[in-house]
T-cell receptor, first 112, second 113 residues
Framework: GENVEQHPSTLSVQEGDSAVIKCTYS??????FPWYKQELGKGPQLIID?????GEKKDQRIAVTLNKTAKHFSLHITETQPEDSAVYFC???????????FGSGTRLLVRP | GAGVSQSPSNKVTEKGKDVELRCDPI?????LYWYRQSLGQGLEFLIY????????KSGLPSDRFSAERTGGSVSTLTIQRTQQEDSAVYLC???????????FGQGTRLTVV
């Protein structure tokens, strides 16, 4: 079955710096790659997603890049702010499946 | 409501007791997932419901776990004879259909003592 690895498990950055979180996956049939943000005591919330026919997608300070050949995708957060501090999860899914397979999460701390 | 609602938000139970966790999906969403999130871990798939199709129960960790979805809306996850290793946050998500964005509830934190 699909396996998703996420790195790093924790990340501490200074406010204003950029943060990058990477995920690799095993099944080349995977074609949907969402990123979720989970704040303390809340459920995960979708922040950005990308499909396999696109290499990059941006939404203000957040971007996701996908390398289908290498089977990895990354979340980029620029100009980080303290409110970006949370746990971030990547996930993958195949069009033929409904199952979202999640990475193990990255705890991001943005230091003021 | 506007989002996925789960109840209770917290549940403490004694080892060996049965518990029921409830999920109210977003109105009109035909697909519903249950995931388990152990402390500091990712989300582990448990079960999936889509419309009137047979649910995918492949993620349920043991026969102590079961789930149902009545009338294509509300879902309950039941854990019988709870064990300490069942302690986790149980998350429910719904989507408008297969392949659509998943919206999560706030979760039920289950503690088995």
């Amino acid at each position: 079955g699909e396996n998703v690895e996420q790195h790093p498990s924790t990340l501490s950055v200074q406010e204003g710096d950029s943060a990058v979180i990477k995920c690799t996956y095993s099944d080349s049939a995977s074609n949907y790659f969402p990123w979720y943000k989970q704040e303390l005591g809340k459920g995960p919330q979708l922040i950005i997603d990308i499909r396999s026919n696109v290499g990059e997608k941006k939404d203000q300070r957040i971007a996701v890049t996908l390398n289908k050949t290498a089977k990895h995708f990354s979340l980029h957060i620029t100009e980080t702010q303290p409110e970006d501090s949370a746990v971030y999860f990547c996930a993958v899914r195949m069009d033929s499946s409904y199952k979202l397979i999640f990475g193990s999460g990255t705890r991001l701390l943005v230091r003021p | 409501g506007a989002g996925v609602s789960q109840s209770p938000s917290n549940k403490v139970t004694e080892k060996g007791k049965d518990v029921e966790l409830r999920c109210d999906p977003i109105s009109g969403h035909t697909a519903l997932y249950w995931y388990r999130q152990s402390l500091g871990q990712g989300l582990e798939f448990l079960i999936y419901f889509q419309g009137n199709s047979a649910p995918d129960k492949s993620g349920l960790p043991s026969d102590r776990f079961s789930a149902e979805r009545t009338g294509g809306s509300v879902s309950t996850l039941t854990i019988q004879r709870t064990q300490q290793e069942d302690s986790a946050v149980y998350l429910c998500a719904s989507t408008v259909g297969q392949g659509a964005e998943a919206f999560f509830g706030q979760g039920t934190r289950l503690t088995v003592v």
